[in-house]
């Protein structure tokens, strides 16, 4: 059984012996004694927060924009594939990874958005990964142009799902200079993760209908609203007005 199989299992057992039903009706300080092996892997927030030094497993989510040479950005989001075995067949965003302390891999958040990013959305595939020493052309291009700004990738929230330790850290991927920018339109080739790559031009005339539907991911929707907001404070006109409660 998996760890986090085991976490779940622990977390509906405190419900059971709570007498929780109704998940509106959790309160954390009458099932944190029952969650033992939550509380070790998820001591406190301040470190659940950190987004530098962060210690715990975690998911880092980002919504792609890319600038065009005319008009406001292009965002882009994708239905899951089937073959996924976390959130199969829903509506997300993407780049998305995991980042495991314990693992080989860097704990490095902007790292991970990185390589997520040549293997889901460039067509580089992920045994790449077996060989430091085996760069493609396309993620060194990447690369320099993330080192010149061209593209930026930044945190833009922070969330918790109850039935889990392992928190989201949503992010947007903004390629801010259009020729950059038509360069990786021309480049997105998804891997097996995705089904279908969507795009919608901004202004938005509301919330994308896929968004909207029972089959999205909540932290997929919670990271493409995040990722709007970020992008109307820093001037783009995203068509919505949106106001996220923390």
């Known amino acids: 059984v998996s760890k986090q199989e085991r976490l779940l299992r622990e977390f509906h057992n405190a419900l059971q012996n709570n007498n929780i039903i109704n998940p509106q009706d959790i309160e954390v300080d009458e099932i944190k004694n029952y969650t033992q092996r939550r509380n070790k892997y998820a001591?406190?927030?301040d470190s659940l927060m950190d987004w530098d030094n962060h210690i715990h497993k975690s998911s880092p989510i980002c919504l792609l924009a890319v600038e065009q040479e005319y008009g406001e950005p292009i965002v882009y989001f994708i239905k899951r594939s089937n073959d996924v075995l976390h959130e199969?067949?829903?509506?997300?965003?993407?780049?998305?990874?995991e980042v495991d302390p314990d693992a080989y891999s860097s704990i490095?958040?902007?790292q991970s958005i990185i390589r997520e990013f040549v293997e889901e959305l460039l067509g580089v595939?992920?045994?790449?990964y077996g060989s430091k020493h085996k760069n493609s052309e396309t993620e060194r291009r990447l690369r320099g142009h993330i080192s010149t700004e061209?593209?930026?990738?930044?945190?833009?929230?922070?969330?918790?799902?109850?039935?889990?330790p392992?928190?989201?850290?949503?992010?947007?991927v903004y390629v801010s200079?259009?020729?950059?920018g038509q360069w990786i339109r021309h480049q997105l080739q998804t891997n097996w993760e995705v089904s279908s790559l969507r795009r919608a031009e901004l202004p938005l005339d509301g919330i994308p209908e896929p968004m909207k539907n029972d089959v999205v991911s909540t932290p997929g929707l919670f990271t493409f609203l995040e990722g709007l907001r970020r992008l109307e404070e820093t001037g783009s006109e995203t068509g919505l007005d949106i106001e996220v409660e923390h």
Do not use: Q
């Not at 199969?88 to 990874?97: F, Q, V």
């Not at 392992?166 to 947007?172: A, I, W």
């Open 125 to 128: 595939p992920d045994i790449h």
């Open 108 to 110: 490095d958040f902007k």
């Open 177 to 180: 200079d259009p020729e950059v």
């Open 150 to 164: 061209s593209i930026e990738i930044e945190r833009t929230s922070f969330g918790l799902l109850a039935d889990s």
């Open 88 to 97: 199969p067949n829903t509506i997300s965003t993407i780049p998305a990874g």
């Open 166 to 172: 392992r928190p989201c850290f949503s992010g947007l």
């Open 43 to 45: 001591s406190d927030l």
